[in-house]
């Protein structure tokens, strides 16, 4: 099994900065993709942004050029930093990794328990 662990989510004003991170561990034999969603009360979950093992990364227009996804492998770690925050940001946010276990090397697909964002304006 995979487990991942999320940090750093809170409270900020418009304009301000949060930065997230993601921790993945336990049968891991390679990560092929790590991405952030979000959810938003009453709305369905969309995809924020993702990194793969490459280090390409994609972003929803909505948080071009403002958020910023970034990974280290050797702590299979991914980070978000949100910049220029809107209060249109708020959201619970979550984290998810797609690779392949090293139990008998089936794929799998992650998701951590969400952390929230309020953005206040």
């Known amino acids: 099994q995979v487990q991942l662990v999320e940090s750093g989510g809170g409270s900020v004003q418009a304009g301000g900065s949060l930065a997230l991170s993601c921790v993945a561990s336990g049968s891991i034999f390679r990560i092929n993709r790590m991405a952030w969603y979000r959810q938003a009360a009453g709305k369905e979950r969309e995809r924020v942004a993702y990194?793969?093992?490459?280090?390409?990364?994609d972003y929803a227009d909505s948080v071009k050029g403002r958020f910023t996804a970034s990974k280290d492998n050797a702590k299979n770690t991914t980070h978000l930093l949100m910049n220029s925050l809107k209060p249109e940001d708020t959201a619970v946010y979550f984290c998810n990794v797609l690779g392949w276990s090293t139990h008998r090397g089936t794929p799998f697909d992650a998701w951590g328990q969400g952390t929230q964002v309020t953005v206040s304006s």
């Open positions: 990194i793969i093992t490459d280090g390409n990364t």
